[in-house]
């Protein structure tokens, strides 16, 4: 069977990461690389084939690739999955997948009228620590409590960078969408009100760099979020992931790491070091499961795009990977919409 032909959009952090997982997977062969500052970028060996190209769509014609990789900022994810699709590309976009409910609509659409595949980038969901701990979430009974969390006190470059992020979203939506994405893989139950509160902490930037949600499930289960950006922002308590419900608590702790991770570090963002779980009925002795043997994050981005191979050889049905990426979406723009206006919004 020979290789499918890959197209990489944007090589930051994100895309260099995916760009670089392809050429490691038997079965892809990365045929072209675009950035609009293409000219600046020092491309590592294993990409020294591949084409280059300052504009997508001239990229897209002359490539005529079978897979769009998409890792661009959030306002260029939507169109360019789009365009891809309907030329006739399978399409892995970073998550969130578009600006709007209305536009992540149109992308899936896309997929379905196309027969094209779409995987989205909740890397979370390759993460065999991440699975354990949603696999224990749901045997906790019902209702259940989430608390969640990822503030990082970024500086210098990583500063830039989510300066240039907060153009499209807010940190609450941008890392947002994963975290909801594991509160609704962790409870069936239907997500019925949001209500959030923001900050805007610095004039460098025009959105709120500082977040809270609080979502509400019809099963009573409820949770809540927070994400802040910037030099100003605490690394006390940065990294919570924390559920309980009746029969006990699971958590991702980093205890013998405290004050050695960086909050934004991304191999931090995906890293558990160990599972807590706690038994309500006091029956056995709260559990410590060992995770430091985990992939880091070139790993989960290599795996990402074996998933996207797997799917798109085997022909996985991925509509309920696509409906998840919208709800999501739907979740963290609820909250943003809560903020600026100052009430709850229903589901």
């Known amino acids: 069977m020979s290789d499918l032909r890959v197209l990489v959009v944007g090589l930051g952090n994100m895309g260099m990461s ?5 050429t490691r997977i038997e079965g892809f062969e990365v045929v072209g690389v675009c950035t609009r500052n293409i000219d600046k970028v020092e491309l590592p060996d294993a990409l ?22 998409i890792n661009t900022l959030p306002d260029t994810h939507a169109p360019f999955a789009i365009k891809a699709m309907e030329a ?26 196309t027969g094209r ?44 960078w989510h300066k240039r992020l907060m153009d499209s979203f807010p940190p609450i939506v941008d890392c947002g969408v994963h975290y909801v994405d594991v509160m609704c893989q962790m409870t069936d139950a239907r997500p019925i009100k949001v209500h959030a509160i923001g900050a805007k902490l610095t004039d460098e930037v025009a959105k709120n760099n500082y977040g809270m949600l609080q ?30 419900g009746p029969k006990g608590s699971v958590s991702i702790v980093m205890a013998e790491t405290a004050g050695e991770v960086k909050s934004d570090d991304i191999n931090a963002h995906t890293k558990t070091n160990q599972i807590l779980r706690h038994y309500a009925d006091m029956s ?6 060992d995770m430091t043997d985990e992939p880091d994050h070139d790993d989960l981005c290599e795996r990402e795009q074996r998933y996207l191979l797997e799917a798109i050889r085997e022909d996985i049905d991925l509509t309920d990977h696509m409906r998840d990426g919208v709800d999501s979406l739907r979740i963290v ?9 100052g009430q709850v919004v229903h589901l």
């Open 215 to 244: 979502v509400q499930f019809d099963d009573g289960s409820v949770g809540w979020y927070e994400a802040g950006w910037g030099p100003m922002v605490s690394e006390t308590a940065f990294f919570v992931k924390d559920v309980f």
């Open 88 to 113: 006739g590309a399978h399409v892995f976009v970073e998550k969130p997948m578009a600006l709007t409910v209305a536009d992540a609509e149109k992308v899936v659409e896309t997929a379905n009228r």
């Open 18 to 22: 995916h760009a670089m997982a392809y």
């Open 284 to 289: 056995r002795p709260d559990e410590r499961i």
């Open 48 to 69: 020294e084939g591949a084409a280059r190209y300052k504009d997508f769509e001239t990229a897209l014609a002359e490539l005529k690739p079978d897979v769009v990789s």
């Open 333 to 341: 723009l609820a909250a943003d919409e809560s903020i600026h206006s």
């Open 117 to 160: 595949k779409l995987v989205i980038g909740y890397i979370l969901r390759q993460h065999p620590s991440w699975v354990k701990f949603i696999e224990i979430a749901r045997e906790l009974g019902t209702p259940l409590v989430f608390r969640m969390n990822l503030n990082q006190q970024s500086n210098g470059e990583t500063w830039d």
